[in-house]
């Protein structure tokens, strides 16, 4: 998965983005035996190869089996009220909740740019009897109409210290919004990287909702379905970061707790170092490519485990950044002197705790603070004289750790996380990538803690240099050659991998071994029938392969699967016509206009379906609406339609 979609249009070669689900092999928890850490569970012989993590991995902490149950974030109020309330007002605390929680405080003014207009529509956030609406209107010049659309937004996803976007359910299934409100501006305004075909929502996935959410029951296999109830405990909780309650609360209750310390719930501050950062590092990593392992769920991750054991996060390998991207506060981290001459001391936690957010009048002390556990005043160059003159309090990071203002995407840190005895110059500017065959495009993040032959990593490997991004099509191919050797025995190991054989395929079409490509999509629907991104794929490939019929089979299995989605329509219905199925097409054609009635291109069809079906009042009232959605082309569009009449 690429994260983060965004910036231009995908180009026709590569890749689109699709998500790759996989599974996870041989366990490398050797090195963690010998790194240390870990006194109860101590029989090795139990480890089993190719396993579940969450059973296999040696740790004291009881709470890591998958068979301990979450029990929510209410089950801790009574015994904890003091962290309970801190959390709940942090941003963590809020990052996801039904739209009616903060529908009353939310600003619906003209000042906020609501309405407002961009790619030609009129777009508009509506509040009635407690409900909230995203509209979207094509008007004409004199303000009427031609087109209107709107959907009920059901939650809102950020707290809002940046920006909050919105998720409507299309019937069990979850899309975002094209309307986000933006913080640092105050204002309404169109969702980041959305542009024309997404303005009907975009998909959203579970491994968005992983790092926003607390739980979110996805549909196998699926881009954006979700089991009802969606979410359990809408916000993060306290079991993302302290693991099942069950046991904990069990034992407290029952007051049989007995350990000098409780193994029975996780406190990261316990945890040695890599695992310790690995709690917040499930969702504050970013890498250019997350790449689930072979059998993992989305959730699937307990805090008190590597988080490599479930999931692959990968970033350009020296010289080979392609995109002035920047990088999580998790990178950045990681290049500073404090953290790699502390040898793991620092971590996230030496300066945050979620439970003692400092007040933005008190930030200074407070992180002045932190660094003081490490560092003596005296330890700066500047005499405290001369820092006072420029910081009255003395702030550490007012000088070591400078602030951008917030980006509108969110993802990247606005805080200097690198530490730095200067504040940074401006970086040189990054030549085009030439790739060079010999060396892997893509590195693993955690690299020092893989050990050597890992299959899983390198399986992982394949499938993120299948999704390589250069913004060449050479570029593109070198990774497909190097993702080919990585895939091809990942695939011979596992020929139930679904995602390894997607990822394999995909290569093999980059490299323009289109029947390849074919043979094994094929053999990877029949490990995985009904799975959606696989079908797409399928599809793409039949498309381009000029073989109608299949194509049109896996739109129409598309279409089934995930029935609001209108691009899936779209391909059918144009199939379809293709075929002379004009009957089968106008149906398709009526079911998306429903959502996306500005779609021009459906237009026409549905205008053509009319004419070949005998309907021509019917063809020249759509073609009337045509000609008012596209105002500039009158006289062209009136020659086509005459031109279709003969
Ligand atoms: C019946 C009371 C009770 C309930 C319910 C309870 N706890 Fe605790 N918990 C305690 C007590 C008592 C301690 C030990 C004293 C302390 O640290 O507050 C403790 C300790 C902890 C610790 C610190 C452990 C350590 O090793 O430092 C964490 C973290 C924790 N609880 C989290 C939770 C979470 C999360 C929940 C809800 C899922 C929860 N607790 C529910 C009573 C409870
Ligand atoms: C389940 C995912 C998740 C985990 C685990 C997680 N974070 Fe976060 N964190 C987020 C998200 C999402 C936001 C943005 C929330 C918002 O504003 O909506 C955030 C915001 C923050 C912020 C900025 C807001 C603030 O509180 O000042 C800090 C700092 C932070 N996290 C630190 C941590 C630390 C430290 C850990 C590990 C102990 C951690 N996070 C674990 C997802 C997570
Ligand atoms: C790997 C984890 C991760 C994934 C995946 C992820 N985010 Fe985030 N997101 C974060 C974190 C962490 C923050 C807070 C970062 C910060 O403040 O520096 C954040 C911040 C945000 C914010 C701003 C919240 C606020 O209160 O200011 C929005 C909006 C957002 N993300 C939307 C999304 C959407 C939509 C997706 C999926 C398409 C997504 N994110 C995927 C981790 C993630
Ligand atoms: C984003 C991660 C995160 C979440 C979510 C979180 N905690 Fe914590 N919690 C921590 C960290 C980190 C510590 C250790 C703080 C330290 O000692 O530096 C901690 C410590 C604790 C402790 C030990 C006592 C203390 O204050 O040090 C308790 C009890 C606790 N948390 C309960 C909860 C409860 C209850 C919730 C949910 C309402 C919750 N936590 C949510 C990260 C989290
Ligand atoms: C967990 C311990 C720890 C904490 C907390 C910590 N540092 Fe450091 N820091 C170190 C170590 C160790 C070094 C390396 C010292 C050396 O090289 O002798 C270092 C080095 C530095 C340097 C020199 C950087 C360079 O590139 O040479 C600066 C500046 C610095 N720290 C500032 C800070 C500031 C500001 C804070 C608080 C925001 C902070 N540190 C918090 C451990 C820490
Ligand atoms: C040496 C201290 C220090 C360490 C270590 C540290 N942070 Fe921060 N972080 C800060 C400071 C200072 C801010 C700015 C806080 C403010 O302005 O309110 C900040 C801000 C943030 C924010 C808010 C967005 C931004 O960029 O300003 C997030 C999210 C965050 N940190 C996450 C993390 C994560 C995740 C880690 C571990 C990888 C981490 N931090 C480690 C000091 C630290
Ligand atoms: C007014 C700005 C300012 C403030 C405030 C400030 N520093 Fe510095 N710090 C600097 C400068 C400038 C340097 C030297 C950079 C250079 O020329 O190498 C430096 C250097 C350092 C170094 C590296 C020292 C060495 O011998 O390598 C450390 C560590 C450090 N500061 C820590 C701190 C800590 C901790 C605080 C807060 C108690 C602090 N600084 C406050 C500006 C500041």
Redesign the pocket.
Known sequence: MAIFPSGPASFAWYKPLLGIVGALALLSVVGYLLAGFLKGRPNPKTIVVNDDPRLTFPTPFRNVYPEVMYVGDEACVACHPVQSESFRQSPMGRSLLPVSNVAAQERYDRKSNNPFEKLGFLFQVAQRKGKVYHRQARKDPQGYAITEHEDEVAYVLGSGNRGRCYLFNREGYLYQSPISWFSGKQTWDLSPGFEDRTLSGRPIRADCLVCHCNQAHAVKDTENRYESPIFEGYAIGCERCHGPGELHVKSRQNGDATEEWDNTIVNPSRLTSSLRDAVCEQCHLFGQYSILGRGRQAFDFRPGLPLHLFRSVFVAAPGARTEDKDISQVDQMYLSRCFRASRGQLGCISCHNPHDRPSPDKKEVYY?NQ??QC?Q?T????PPM??RQ??KE???I???MPQAPLAEIPHTASTDHRIL??PPKAAPPRSPLVPDPGKSLLVNFYEQLLEAGDLDADRDLGIALSEFQGRTRQAARVAAQQALTHLEPAVQRHPDDVGAQEAKAWALWLLDRPYEAVVTIEASLKTAPNRESTLQTAATFAEDLKQQQAALEYWRRLVEINPGLPSYRSQLANLLALQKDWPAAIQECQVILKIEPANVGIRFLLVQGYLRTGEPARARAEFATLLKLRPDNGEALRRWFEEQHR
Request: proline share 0%; with cysteine.
């Open positions: 002045r660094c003081l560092h005043e330890g700066c160059s500047l001369v820092r420029k910081s003395d702030s550490c007012a000088c070591h005895r200067k």
